[in-house]
Structure formats: structure tokens, C-alpha cells
């Protein structure tokens, strides 16, 4: 507990240079977007891209480079690519964020996809490993832990959809 809080501490400057402001941490987890409409806000997302990487030699807290993506949202994007450690970010469209996933598209398919396939997994499971299939029992088993996994992704989704609207 007091390691996560020393942590937050440390890293609590680390968007004070940022020009757009739109830096979200998370733990150990950062992520800076922008709206990108021209060259000239592309080079603005660029600079604090290496402001946010100054910081980090300057305290010596490395990105992992080969964990950094960059998503490209909206039709009108010019898909602009990204430097951190002299390295190109690699691009991707679709990513898992605190066990939701987010598209470049903006759809729910991919996470109603998953979020089907768990609950599969969980009812797989009570059938294999429950033996006296009582009414009761399953009901009580699928709404502990198949109806939880649902409610909790779309818990999650609706205040990352908040999250984006307010910015």
C-alpha cells in the first residue's frame, strides 16, 4: 500500500509540461491523446510525446517502447505516426484498457465479443464441475458469476465513455 502511494508521489508531476493536457494515469500506466486534425497537431502531440519521455530519463522511469501503440480514432484522421525512443510507435487497432476493449471505431463489437466468450467459460464450468444441478444452486451460481462479469464490463464502459466525453 505504501509502495502504490510513494509511486503516485513520484509520478504525481509528470503531465505539468504537457501542452494539451490530456494525460490519463493509471498505476504505472499513462496515456496522452489529442485531437489531430492537421499537421500542426500532430507536431504538438509529437512535442509532448518527448516532453512526457525528458521526464522520464530525467527520473529515470523508462516507457516500455514495445508496449507503446498508437490508436487512431474518427474518419477524417490522418494517421500521423509517433516517436518515443527514436522508434515508431506500432499502430493497432483494437486494445484492452482495464478489461475493456476499445476500437478505432468506436463499436462495441469486440467487447460484447469477450464478454460473451467469459460467460461461456462460466457456464462451462458450473456444468463441468457442479454435480447436483439443483435450480437453486445454478441460478445463484450463474448470477454470481456470469451476470457479475457482464455488469462489471459494462460498469467499466460506461464510465470510460463518460471519461472521453468530458475531456
Known amino acids: 500500500m505504501l509502495g502504490s502511494v510513494l509511486f503516485l508521489i513520484y509520478i504525481n508531476d509528470l503531465a505539468t509540461d504537457i501542452y494539451n493536457k490530456s494525460v490519463l494515469n493509471f498505476a504505472d500506466d499513462t496515456k496522452i491523446f489529442a485531437v489531430c486534425n492537421d499537421k500542426q497537431e500532430c507536431a504538438v502531440l509529437q512535442n509532448d510525446i518527448t516532453k512526457l519521455e525528458k521526464w522520464a530519463n530525467v527520473w529515470q522511469m523508462k516507457f516500455n517502447v514495445d508496449k507503446c501503440k498508437t490508436m487512431h480514432l474518427g474518419h477524417g ?69 456470469v451476470c457479475l462479469q457482464k455488469t462489471a464490463s459494462r460498469v467499466l464502459l460506461l464510465c470510460l465513455v463518460a471519461k472521453i466525453r468530458e475531456r
Do not use: F, P
Open 77 to 145: 484522421n490522418i494517421k500521423s505516426e509517433y516517436w518515443l525512443d527514436n522508434k515508431v510507435s506500432d499502430s493497432t487497432h483494437s486494445e484492452k484498457d482495464l478489461g475493456i476493449w476499445i476500437t478505432d471505431n468506436m463499436k462495441l463489437e469486440c467487447q460484447t465479443t469477450e464478454a460473451c466468450k467469459k460467460a461461456n467459460r462460466m457456464l462451462k464450468l458450473i456444468k463441468r464441475t457442479i454435480v447436483h444441478k439443483d435450480q437453486h444452486i445454478l441460478v445463484a451460481l450463474y448470477k454470481s458469476l
